[in-house]
């Protein structure tokens, strides 16, 4: 335990659309003071195009966002307070590879790459990948050794070596310029700590684990030979990957000279290793053994803990992984997820705010800045209405009915070349109807999800809820409730994956000697739990069998 009466920890989360920061107090779990940056050249769709599933990100608004964050966060703290910041942490989006060259400078960085969207951050989102990920799957099927098996035996194009296959074949300049191929959350780490040695960085046994194939009992990842008798392009990047990963309990470095010259803070602050953003989300969130953390965000990444002797060897099929001390170093942490979530209802916006978007600037009626005053405010308050209204929806099991698919599927079963449906559609279908029907179809995918864990023999006993849809949306959270017949209880946390980095700093300063007992000391408690509405659920029970149906159709027909 650290003997000095204050100690302060900074939780870093890269999510898809912004850096968030928090200052907190690694005694009280008191957020002191916090700090957002939403990524420019990401807002501007620059380097993306959704019609060919292209999501890239420039480091640039990473490391923009970085410096600004911190700068902004810390400039109003009183000297007392920054002399006692222990340590950082951080979490990013994942899989969100990078190509590196040798010295862990992302070719993005280069003038040569500095527009060439292969040379970016492959979000996680980005399904360029699937041919590439097929055909790892029925490579794997050649080797006598299942490589695939924790990871769900089923290998995804929003992973790492899809991805890497992809891009060395797509871009001969790419494929010679780059060195290794570096996860985001393993190279904000290595950025804090001015890292300049490639061999040197400490990759993390999150984003290993569950994204890469590595494998305690492979001895690390799987062997050369089975990723050069793939492609012989991926021979120079596996073998710039160390066998050694670390859990984020473990010290990264010591935060640079240069950062902390601009940050006003010690080189003796700790930086921890990285992980995924759901995972240290979990650990905001107040995981327990075998309840779901339900990170409800653009997707949603479903997190369960379990212990390691209670498995007893226990492999779950079609999901995104099991890997021992991915969210709690002693516990194997169980990954799924959907690959599109909010982003249902934020394209469905999207789609019906077009006429807007078209003609309200055109308007002969209203000036430039009014019309833009009122298009985002009429944006910001569309699917608050449309919760307001499908709430006070009466519910019949022949009301329009969706599938979920609208960005492939991550689980149960990763295919990211399955589409989305709506059925039932007639003359009297409204934007509330169809609304509801798509809602409905994110929750009845988490059923989904929640079933092939039980199925595989791993109880779930309740569902948390974390995320910006499970703080904003009570109505989402209550159907929820409804569809899969369990409570889902909210956490307070407003941001519980910046919380969850900071529940790590606070373990990697030795202020507490287990990242679950930082989790039981910082953690803020539940605001509110949902319960099923008996009712309902009987008629959701007869829907989600339609929806199922539904389902083996779009599977069968692809």
Avoid at 55 to 63: A, G, K, S, V, Y
Avoid at 73 to 100: C, F, Q, Y
Wanted: with cysteine; hydrophobic share 40%; proline share 5%.
């Amino acid at each position: 335990m650290s003997s000095a009466k204050q100690d302060y920890v900074i939780g870093i989360d890269f999510g898809t659309s912004s850096v968030r920061a928090i200052l907190v107090d690694a005694h009280s779990g008191k957020e002191e003071t916090a700090s957002e940056f939403f990524y420019p050249r990401w807002r501007e769709a620059r380097f993306c195009d959704a019609s060919k599933n292209q999501f890239r990100q420039h480091p640039l608004d990473h490391i923009e966002g970085l410096e600004h964050i911190l700068k902004e966060m810390l400039g109003g703290v009183p000297p007392e307070i920054k002399k006692n910041i222990r340590s950082i942490s951080v979490d990013t989006t994942g899989s969100t590879p990078i190509a590196v060259d040798e010295n862990g400078i992302p070719l993005a960085l280069h003038d040569q790459f500095k527009d060439n969207p292969n040379a970016m951050f492959f979000l996680w989102k980005d399904h360029s990948a699937i041919n590439e990920a097929e055909e790892i799957n029925l490579h794997a099927e050649k080797y006598e050794v299942n490589y695939l098996k924790n990871a769900g035996g089923i290998y995804s194009s929003e992973w790492f070596w899809a991805k890497l296959l992809y891009v060395l074949r797509k871009d001969s300049k790419i494929k010679e310029a780059c060195h290794s191929w570096v996860e985001h959350c393993d190279w904000i780490p290595f950025l804090l700590t001015g890292g300049n040695d490639l061999s040197k960085i400490k990759r993390s046994v999150c984003a290993a684990g569950h994204k890469a194939l590595w494998a305690e009992e492979f001895g690390g990842f799987p062997p050369i030979s089975f990723f050069s008798e793939l492609d012989p392009r991926l021979k120079k990047v596996r073998n710039s990957l160390p066998e050694k990963t670390y859990t984020s309990v473990e010290v990264a470095g010591r935060l640079s000279e240069g950062w902390a010259k601009k940050l006003g803070l010690s080189t003796e602050v700790l930086v921890g290793v990285g992980a995924l953003d759901a995972h240290m989300g979990a650990v905001g969130g107040q995981i327990e053994p075998y309840y779901m953390s339900k990170v409800m965000g653009t997707s949603t990444c479903d997190m369960i803990v379990a212990p390691e002797a209670e498995l007893e060897g226990t492999l779950v099929q079609g999901i995104c992984g099991q890997v021992k001390g991915s969210i709690i170093p002693e516990m194997i942490g169980m990954e799924a997820g959907q690959s599109a979530f909010g982003d249902i209802y934020s394209w469905f916006r999207d789609i019906i705010s077009w006429p807007l978007e078209r003609f309200l600037h055109q308007s002969d009626s209203l000036k430039p800045e009014l019309a833009g005053k009122l298009l985002k405010e009429i944006r910001a308050n569309i699917l608050l209405e449309l919760n307001k209204e499908i709430s006070e929806m009466p519910l019949d099991v022949n009301d329009e009915l969706a599938v979920d698919w609208l960005n492939g599927r991550r689980t149960p079963d990763a295919n990211q070349n399955l589409t989305g449906l709506i059925q039932g559609l007639t003359l009297g279908s409204t934007t509330p109807r169809i609304y509801r029907s798509l809602v409905e179809a994110t929750c009845f995918g988490s059923r989904k999800i929640i079933e092939r864990f039980i199925e595989e023999g791993i109880p779930v006993k309740g569902l948390i809820g974390v995320g910006g849809v499970a703080k904003k949306s009570p109505v989402i959270n209550q159907m929820m409730a409804d569809i899969t017949g369990m409570p889902i209880k909210i956490h307070q946390s407003e941001q519980t994956c910046a919380l969850g980095a900071s529940m790590f700093a606070a373990t990697l300063a030795r202020v507490y000697p287990t990242v679950s007992e930082a989790m039981e000391k910082m953690g803020p408690g539940f605001e509110k739990e949902f319960y099923p509405d008996a009712e309902k659920h009987k008629i959701y029970n007869i829907r989600y069998e339609k929806y199922k149906d539904l389902c083996n159709f779009i599977d069968e027909n692809k």
